[in-house]
């Protein structure tokens, strides 16, 4: 072994990780109480995958995840929208939707958005992941943010997964044939309970599976920007 093949914990004695940038990945909580809505959750889910099965329609859910994105484009296909509304309709959720535009518009000041752009919720949904279920790879196009919110996130039940975006220079490196092999490029972020999430949407991400034995709960949204055009000064 190489004099400078140091274990991490010593180079992280020796020097100091820098970035000049601002993290593109942040994290909030919030409270959400789940429990009290928890019945709603559920029967909303299961009108999800009622739907799902009626009408054959695909998601990146797997082994038994239920999404309710199909709720956000049933103007699209042969079936009406649920009557709860999209999740960010919800009265029980307007406290979070009200802190969430907060934390947005700090994070938009430091990734040099333009304030002229107003954030719109353009989507919503609520994802349950029951024992052995998890969410595939994919990104959210035109998104300038992606949220996901962990309503209920049991012990030992998986969790975030993001791509590094700087792959594709991975390439030019001299990496080791394991990075590759053991896919070095995914890297986990650790959820719990009430954590959120917060990135903008070219970020490609994906969910471990659920090794509990309870559900796993997340929230979700797209949020994109929205400009008022003055024609009285055109």
């Known amino acids: ?13 020796l020097c100091e990780p820098l970035d000049a940038f601002p993290p593109y990945i942040y994290k909030a909580k919030f409270d959400f109480k789940f429990e009290n809505i928890r019945d709603k959750v559920d029967t909303f889910l299961n009108d999800v995958a009622i739907i799902k099965e009626e009408h054959g329609l695909g998601d990146p859910e797997n082994d038994g995840g239920i999404s309710s994105v199909h709720y956000a484009h049933a103007d699209k296909y042969e079936y009406e929208n649920h009557r709860f509304g999209l ?50 790879e994919h990104h959210h196009q035109n998104a300038m943010f ?17 791509r590094n975006p700087l792959e594709i220079y991975k390439k030019g490196e001299p990496t080791h044939p394991d990075y590759w092999n053991m896919q070095r490029y995914w890297a986990p972020i650790d959820v719990d309970t009430n954590d959120i999430l917060i990135f903008p949407g070219w970020v490609t991400h994906k969910t471990q599976k659920n090794h509990s034995e309870e559900n796993r709960y997340i929230l979700s949204s797209n949020v994109i920007p929205m400009r008022t055009i003055d024609k009285s000064s055109q």
Do not use: C
């Not at 919800?90 to 406290?95: A, D, H, I, L």
């Not at 802190?99 to 349950?128: A, C, K, T």
């Not at 996901?148 to 030992?156: D, E, G, I, Q």
């Open 146 to 162: 992606a949220t996901t919110a962990y309503l209920s996130k049991p012990k030992n039940s998986g969790e975030f997964l993001v």
């Open 87 to 136: 999740p960010y309709t919800w009265p029980e959720f307007k406290e979070y939707y009200n802190f969430l535009q907060y934390v947005m518009g700090s994070i938009s000041s430091e990734w040099g958005y333009d304030p002229n752009w107003q954030r719109q919720i353009e989507e919503s949904w609520i994802n349950v992941h029951p024992p052995g279920a998890w969410t595939g």
């Open 1 to 13: 072994m190489s004099d400078f093949n140091f274990p991490k914990s010593d180079l992280e004695m």
